[in-house]
């Protein structure tokens, strides 16, 4: 089975302070993602990788960056967290392309507020 | 614009009955179609894939169908329980990485 894991379910910040959302995935997929989750919104996709050290903006990434060092691993930052970045964080993983139609496959997700 | 339309907002059932949720998309170009099962809580879990050419597709008592000409789909629940009181999210695919439409879901209570 394929398990993405974050490193917390919930996390509270105060504003103004950086915050490291951990995403890793154990199945050696090449495409990761991260998600914003509001309600009345639906999920929108703030950045998503397709490769080590490889980045794509999405809809949403202003206040973001990310960072994938390694296959399994991605990590979104709010360099200076405000009230607005209140939200559920949700990391998912896939295949690339070839695998078309590729599953995604989603954390179980981080609750951030922001204080 | 690319826009996926989950109707209704809402629903509340009696477990054992049956349910339809509905997904009307305008996203072009469409490489597939995607229902989503979103415990409160947790990540979503994928229940059914199709791509233009498939018309519907099954996973145990759930039957997702998709009319490509009129651009609507459609998630079927078969005797429902209470472990199906969940959001139902309805994505289209565009095709290119990174290129998912979400619609906003519909929240389903199964009642005793």
């Known amino acids: 089975d394929v398990k993405v894991t974050q490193s917390s379910r919930y996390l509270v910040k105060r504003t103004g302070e950086k915050v490291f959302l951990e995403c890793v995935q154990d199945?050696?997929?090449?495409?990761m993602f991260w998600y914003r989750q509001d309600p009345g919104l639906g999920l929108r996709l703030i950045y998503f990788?397709?490769?080590?050290?490889?980045?794509e903006k999405g809809d949403i990434p202003e206040g973001y960056s990310v960072s994938r060092e390694k296959k399994e691993r991605f990590s979104l930052i709010l360099e200076s967290a405000s009230t607005n970045q209140t939200s559920m964080y949700l990391c998912?993983?896939?295949?690339?392309?070839?695998?078309?139609?590729?599953?995604?496959?989603f954390g179980p997700g981080t609750r951030l507020t922001v204080t | 614009k690319n826009q996926v339309e989950q109707s209704p907002q809402s629903l509340i059932i009696l477990e054992g009955k049956n349910c339809t949720l509905q997904?009307?998309?305008?996203?072009?170009?469409?490489?597939?179609l995607r229902w989503y099962k979103q415990d409160t809580g947790r990540g979503p879990v994928s229940l059914t894939i199709?791509?233009?050419?498939?018309n519907t597709k099954s996973n145990g008592r759930y039957t997702a169908t998709l009319d490509a000409d009129t651009k609507q789909s459609s998630l079927h629940i078969t005797a429902s329980q209470l472990s199906d009181s969940a959001s139902y999210i309805c994505?289209?695919?565009?095709?290119?990485?990174?290129?998912?439409?979400f619609g906003k879901g519909t929240k389903l209570s199964v009642k005793p």
């Open positions: 199945m050696d997929h090449e495409n």
């Open positions: 994505v289209v695919d565009g095709g290119s990485q990174g290129n998912l439409i």
């Open positions: 997904c009307n998309y305008t996203v072009s170009p469409f490489s597939n």
């Open positions: 990788s397709y490769d080590v050290k490889m980045k």
């Open positions: 998912a993983s896939s295949l690339r392309d070839s695998a078309f139609p590729y599953e995604q496959y």
């Open positions: 199709m791509t233009f050419s498939e």
